[in-house]
């Protein structure tokens, strides 16, 4: 029963907080999740395909049972539901490649000028797993109204089996793809080791879905823990085959360590290994990530509120740098408007290169969805429009007060758009989002529910 589907009230978030954490962890099926995905021809003004061949003009794409079946002008599809929108473009979902949803409860909550990290640490203990999907439940239902379909959801409050499972389970409920990096409690110390026992307990039970959810690791790496530690939580990644994530460089200090040195110099990097952030990395260390093949994910917003610094975005994209993009976390970036993100980074790197557009548009809109992809292992997968990908889809209205007349459309996409001109979306074949509204989401008591989840931690946490 997916508890957030369709109408709840407060009564039924009681019935939520008071389920024991073993019922949490139990896979969960949802009215989104278990839609039965259905044949589809969407015919649009233009078909954005983020591939070599281009785009389509007047364009459409067939979908049946999730998959797409064909993509061109003059396409029948007899039987098919026909949606027919020509005052829009129709272009892949957006990905997300780095996203703390756990603590979506708090948005806004940055601590002001004592810090966003010593405001979290006094309440991330005080986390119960309902907490945890509650904040990954709220983070998937607006990345799913943003016309985010893939995510990264990289949780450094795991607390323990049941908190990782009850974020897995509202991954399950969403609808969404994704992948669940299994981190660590925020107040873990240098010394200590992530639990690889539960992460193993974790990793027995993900894949029994639909293939939407996948597994991953999040540490803390060469800047944040013991060298020891470190490197036994590396190895295991690569033994248990899971794609691994860490922060690095993030301010000026750390990156004095020269840990990106250390991985290269020891064969520690590769496609397996993303980094994020990389705030102060240097030319040299831009050019060892690009020859290892390592992504970089890239948070423009937090990386400026919180203080990181500029991200070097065109220092990296110069090396050849894999990039994506990413919100990093709500109560930093506010929102999870990613065509924002976009315009953040685009403009960061204009104003560092004190010229215009020293990177394409087009550049930033393939960082969102197809170099998305590749960072996350799924560039066969989704991330770009041609036959035999995953449905993964979304509308974005050309024609709105914010967006018509559109001269050209990458520098719309990139400066204009919104969250809210998104008006249908479209995850693995199920439709997600429709005439602008998300379907079989109660918004009101979710965030309702999510209220409630805060009021509770700040009351264990002593700050009631």
Known sequence: MCLLCGPINRRRFGALAGLAASDLAAPAASSLAAAVRGEYLIRAGRVLTMEPGGDVEGGAVHVRDGWIVAVGKAIEAPGATLIDRPDAVLMPGLIDTHWHMWNSVGRGLAGGQAGYWPAWRRLAPAFRPDDNYLGARLALAEAAYSGITTVHNWSHNTRGYDHAMAEIRAHRESGLRGRFAFGYPQEMGPGARMDFAALERVQSEVGADDGLTSLGMCVRGPERSEAAIWREEWAFARAQKLPLSVHIAITRELAKQQAIATLAREGLLGPDIQLVHATHATVEDARAIAASGSPVSLSPWTELRVG?????????????????????????????????????????????????????????????????????????VTGSIRPHKRADLILVDMADINTGPTADLDAVLTHAAQPANVSFVMADGRILKEAGRLKDVDVPALVHAAEDALAGIRARAGQG
């Open 308 to 380: 990181f610094g500029i991200p070097p975005i065109g220092l990296l994209h110069d090396a050849g740098v894999k990039l994506s993009l990413s919100i990093d976390n709500t109560p930093l970036a506010g929102n999870a408007d990613f065509f924002n993100v976009m315009k953040i980074a685009l403009n960061i790197a204009a104003g560092s290169a004190e010229r215009q557009e020293p990177i394409p548009a087009r550049t930033f809109l393939e960082w969102a969805t197809i170099g998305g992809a590749s960072d996350l292992g799924l560039a066969d």
